[in-house]
Nanobody, 122 residues
Framework: VQLQASGGGLVQAGGSLRISCAAS????????MGWFRQAPGKEREFVAA???????YYADSVKGRFTISRDTAKNTVYLQMDSLKPEDTAVYSC?????????????????WGQGTQVTVSS
């Protein structure tokens, strides 16, 4: 399974951005997919995840501002980010798991895509 993230960029605080993660290869084996982010000098942290059945889970820091969604037919997961803050600045990476369980720990994910940079200016 290969994951390709896209859609990052520069946005002002309070603005919105949508990033995407397209899966290819043996996508039928993939169940839950998640987004993680890593800011300079900080550890990678969980952002949001969605299962194939549609269950969702968000980190407290983004709850109410970010929305994760999934287009199963296109094998693509989206992260709509609204009311962005400078502290949301990070490299955002998508990950895929073979299990119908939403994990918040990165080591539970089998496949990873390259990151896409999101920068929020104040």
């Amino acid at each position: 399974v290969q994951l390709q993230a896209s859609g990052g960029g520069l946005v002002q605080a309070g603005g919105s951005l949508r990033i995407s993660c397209a899966a290819s290869g043996r996508t039928l084996t993939v169940d839950s997919m998640g987004w993680f982010r890593q800011a300079p000098g900080k550890e990678r942290e969980f952002v949001a995840a969605i299962s194939r059945s549609g269950s969702k889970y968000y980190a407290d820091s983004v709850k109410g501002r970010f929305t994760i969604s999934r287009d199963t037919a296109k094998n693509t997961v989206y992260l709509q980010m609204d009311s962005l803050k400078p502290e949301d600045t990070a490299v955002y990476s998508c990950a895929a798991s073979l299990h119908n369980i939403i994990y918040v720990h990165p080591e539970r994910y089998r496949y990873w895509g390259q990151g896409t940079q999101v920068t929020v200016s104040s």
